[in-house]
């Protein structure tokens, strides 16, 4: 029902709408995809997101996001100074 409830909102409502709570709800998925969520917070999340099609579109954005980013990060390799010298950074 939710992917309904989304497409009825994206083709009857105007493309500049915005979620009342978006930038609320974009922290909510960026934590909840963090993994820094309850499954409580979790759940509600994607009641959410179910049912507003601008958070589905900013929670698909994020996780898509991050899908490429992992799979960048994957295929790098690093060198053992390199690390030791951006804790260091850290550190100070």
């Known amino acids: ?5 989304r497409w009825i909102q994206k083709t009857m409502m105007s493309k500049k709408a915005r979620c009342p709570k978006e930038e609320y709800w974009i922290e ?6 963090d993994g820094q969520t309850t499954d409580e917070e979790n759940a509600y999340v994607l009641k959410h997101v179910d049912g507003c099609y601008r958070c589905y579109d900013n929670f698909d954005l994020e996780k898509a996001i991050r899908e490429a980013l992992k799979n960048k990060l994957i295929n790098i390799k690093v060198s053992d100074a390199f690390i030791a010298e951006i804790n260091r950074k850290a550190k100070a």
């Open 28 to 33: 909510l998925v960026r934590l909840m995809l």
């Open 1 to 5: 029902m939710g992917a309904f409830v």
